[in-house]
């Protein structure tokens, strides 16, 4: 597929959202996967418990569900086995064996170019706002060491402060009034289909970016304004983005 150029990205939503023209002064910022090499574990973690539950699953399936909530997943695969949701109570205990498995794998590096990118946004004062489906304990404990300043709990998004997880825009929608901010002021980071389109629905300039086996032709099918293959590419492209002019 033949891919747009930033100012072509840009120029594109300002069109969708006439009269409004994007004008950046938050960063909506998913965790695993965009931050964090965390999916390889969580994907390992999902596998291994619904696999013990005696529920056919394949590995690769759990990188498509990234960015659901725990219950989400559960109930998806519950009513692809059973026909209908999970009791909630069965749905908790899975959830906790699913995080125990995680954390027994040890902490995951964060992603190449993440830290950069993240402090280069902090540097021109754009107010940076976690958006994870995750409750993961183990991963939500090391962001105010792998990324000071930028993440502090109540400019955090979670699992627990949503009733409808990505790919609906409640997540994103509630990063906005975290930070205050209307759609066009808003960049969204996602490595996830499910959370490009979050970001997407929920009006937000929506940045793809590849981390894992997800393909660029997926996220930018998502919604995707623009898709970079890496953290580092988003870092290089951050004063263009910014600074725009049209």
Sequence with gaps: MTTPSLKESI?????????HKLAPS????????TLYNSMPNHAKAWHRTISE?????????????????????????????????ADPEEA??????????FAQMGIPGTITGAQSAVAALIDRNITTVLVTGSGQPSTLQRLDTD??????????????SVTHGKPHPEPFQKA?????????QCIAIDN???????????????????????????????????V??????????????LDHQL
């Excluded at 120029?11 to 009269?19: C, L, V």
């Excluded at 205990?93 to 995080?99: E, F, G, L, S, T």
Aim: charged letters at 20%; glycine letters at 8%; aromatic letters at 12%.
């Design 11 to 19: 120029y594109g939503y300002n069109r969708k959202n006439t009269p």
């Design 26 to 33: 938050a960063a909506l910022i998913d965790m695993d996967g």
């Design 53 to 85: 539950l005696g529920i056919s699953c394949t590995l690769e399936e759990f990188f498509l569900y990234e960015g659901r909530t725990g219950t989400d997943t559960i109930n998806l695969i519950w009513n692809r086995a059973f026909g209908k949701d």
């Design 92 to 101: 908790a205990r899975i959830y906790d064996k699913k995080a125990a498995y």
């Design 147 to 160: 990324f000071p300043n930028a993440f502090p709990t109540h400019r955090r998004i979670t699992s627990a």
């Design 176 to 184: 906005m009034q975290l930070a205050n901010v209307k759609p066009w």
């Design 192 to 226: 996830a289909p499910l959370g490009v389109e979050s970001a997407a629905k929920a009006g937000a300039f929506t940045i793809g970016i590849v981390t894992g086996p997800i393909q660029v032709s997926d996220l930018y099918n998502a919604g995707a304004d623009i």
């Design 228 to 241: 970079f293959t890496s953290m580092q590419e988003l870092t290089e492209k951050l004063t263009e983005l």
